[in-house]
């Protein structure tokens, strides 16, 4: 059996009388794509933060890469990386900027930095851009260099929010390539998305509703389950119980 | 350390991409010491005096050579008729106008009484008071040199020397409030938009997801504004000495000891206002409203602390410009040392820890 990079048991988050996560348990294991489904408003970005050690549980435990999420947020930042729903590089620093501050704040030395910013610009094909501000790039090509900017430091997790909102069909072929890419090198990848179609693309998913987990196996098992033909009609049968307003 | 450099290379570039901006802040102290060193004069001068003597005779002459030669006034001739002045008055051609009664000469001489009339423009109060003291002055001494003490048995003269701003000189009641204005204005706003930006473009999650120490950043932020006000603090000083003539007469280390006493608690507001507003145009209006208002009308800048209304006065105690303000005169103008200032010292110090502990449990609240 692989390594499980992610357990966790009882996760449960509340802001006053509002239970943003209740009780979820799952485990992802080393190498995986693991897909986080849920509708707006369902817990997923409530419940990635606690992942990633950026906001404490109300109360259940896990471990992160293999550190405690409410004692050791700390080791677990410097193993993981993260790209926001929202675009998350600066838009007025330049493209080698970007990954120098980055590689800076990951503790990376000058040296590390240089060799692997030319080895990133050479495989995204992105060495005429290395000195263009981030804000003249297409969006596609700001999502992949983000994408690239959260693994720069070689992280055993990474964790994307939302990586393709607002982005075109090609440009998301393109860039679930890249995440397989990431995969194959052996980077776990924790993945919300909107798109059914690329919950298809993930070795397992997770379906959040008002909170908790209602369902969680690979694609295909899960349509079995629910005698559906794709993950959207599976989502759509869960949705349908929700009592929350979005 | 490696991340606070990181972290403080990238600020710099923010703050050296956007031109518009950078002009601004470094624009804005030279800008407002030339305006309010030159366009700005409170000095009361240049004052628009005409005289009417139905019957001329050699007193109303001597009074009108005196105003004539005087420096302040400006003398814009004889009125023929009291039509004509006040005419003249509505059209605001005149500040002043002097009128003597019918015979003056004659009436003087026999009854020993003479009444003459100051007519003036109050649509500015302080000018219209003031150009009336002057023609009084004036007048009451030709009195003095025509009749000498004689008729009266005794006489007291006061005589008035105004000490610290002898030329009684706007500037050196403008340039502390400038600084306090322009440092904080500028600190303020510029810290709390520069966090607020950051989770308005999510970039804060990314940031706060990674192994970067809160307090890593906070400092990161604060240093490139610590830079540009303390450049601004060199400006204004340089600015206001060399060309305004302001002398600098205490220590010039206490007062850079103040100024950075008051940059730290402008710095310090602009975190909290960042941990209390959510978009970069509120982070502004909250900043500027609450920054401008009080250092114009309550830090004793333009309007004395002392003729306020009670309740007024009692704000203007929470109103950091105002002990600074108070502050730089002491040390600047009247050249005095710490033994009078340190009350205003401790005071800011004290506002500096209360704002970052507000600004501390907010930011603690928020991760919980």
């Known amino acids: ?246 | 350390m490696k991340q606070l450099i990181a972290f403080v290379q990238k600020e710099f570039y923010h703050i050296f991409r956007d031109n518009r901006t950078l002009l601004v802040i470094l624009g804005m102290p030279v800008v407002q010491i030339l305006l309010f060193g030159f366009a700005i004069n409170m000095e009361v001068q240049d004052i628009r005096v005409a005289l009417f003597a139905p019957t001329p005779d050699a007193f109303t002459q001597d009074v009108t050579e005196k105003i004539r030669q005087n420096g302040y006034f400006n003398y814009q001739g004889n009125m023929q008729t009291m039509q004509e002045v006040e005419e003249s008055m509505r059209k605001g051609k005149l500040d002043l106008a002097v009128v003597f009664p019918p015979h003056f000469q004659r009436e003087m001489l026999h009854s020993g009484e003479g009444v003459v009339q100051l007519i003036t423009s109050s649509a500015d109060p302080n000018r219209g008071s003031i150009a009336a003291t002057y023609a009084t002055a004036i007048i009451s001494q030709y009195r003095m040199e025509q009749t000498g003490a004689a008729d009266i048995p005794f006489q007291i003269s006061t005589e008035n020397r105004m000490i610290y701003n002898p030329r009684m000189k706007s500037a050196y009641m403008f340039v502390p409030g400038i600084m306090g204005l322009v440092l904080m204005i500028i600190s303020t706003i510029m810290t709390s938009v520069s966090i607020i930006r950051e989770k308005e473009r999510g970039t804060m999650e990314v940031l706060l997801a990674s192994p970067l120490k809160q307090a890593t950043m906070i400092v990161a932020k604060t240093i490139p504004y610590l830079i540009i006000s303390l450049l601004n603090l060199i400006s204004i000083l340089l600015l206001s000495y060399f060309v305004l003539d302001v002398p600098i007469r205490g220590s010039l280390l206490l007062l850079t000891l103040l100024s950075l006493l008051y940059i730290f608690l402008s710095l310090s507001y602009g975190l909290t206002i960042s941990t209390l507003v959510q978009k970069q145009i509120n982070a502004v209006i909250v900043s500027a409203m609450t920054v401008m208002i009080p250092v114009l009308m309550l830090s004793g800048m333009i309007f004395p602390i002392n003729n306020m209304p009670p309740a007024l006065q009692y704000l203007s105690l929470v109103v950091p410009a105002r002990w600074f303000i108070d502050a730089v005169r002491k040390v600047m103008i009247q050249g005095l040392g710490i033994s009078m200032v340190w009350q205003e010292m401790v005071i800011l110090t004290g506002m500096i820890l209360l704002l970052l502990t507000v600004t501390i449990v907010k930011t603690k609240k928020r991760l919980e």
Not at chain 1, 166 to 183: H, L, N, S, T
Request: aromatic share 10%; with cysteine.
């Open chain 1, 1 to 246: 059996m692989k390594k499980k990079v992610i357990a966790v048991s009882g996760l449960t988050k509340r802001f006053g009388h509002f239970t943003a996560v209740d009780h979820i348990t799952f485990d992802v294991e080393e190498g995986e794509i693991f897909g986080f489904l849920g509708a707006n408003g369902a817990g997923k970005t409530t419940a990635m933060q606690m992942l990633c050690g950026i906001s404490k549980p109300t109360s259940g435990s896990g471990t992160v890469a293999g550190f405690d999420i409410i004692r050791e947020n700390e080791q677990i930042k410097r193993n993981i990386g993260y790209m926001s729903q929202r675009f998350s590089l600066y838009e007025d620093l330049k493209v080698w900027e970007n990954i120098r501050l980055f590689g800076g704040i990951y503790g990376l030395s000058d040296k590390v930095i240089e060799r692997k910013t030319d080895e990133l610009l050479e495989r995204l094909d992105f060495r005429e851009e290395r000195s263009t501000l981030v804000k003249y790039l297409p969006l596609g090509w700001k999502q992949k260099l983000a994408f690239s900017v959260a693994i720069f430091h070689d992280p055993g997790i990474v964790f994307l929010d939302e990586p393709t909102g607002g982005v075109d069909p090609a440009m998301r072929r393109q860039f679930w390539e890249m995440i397989y890419e990431a995969a194959d090198r052996g980077i776990t990848v924790f993945v919300t998305t909107h798109y059914m179609d690329e919950a298809e693309y993930c070795n397992r998913v997770s379906i959040m509703v008002d909170g908790r987990i209602d369902a969680l196996d690979t694609p295909g098992a899960l349509r079995s389950q629910y005698h559906a033909t794709s993950i959207d009609e599976v989502f759509r049968q869960l949705a349908r119980r929700a009592r929350r307003n979005e």
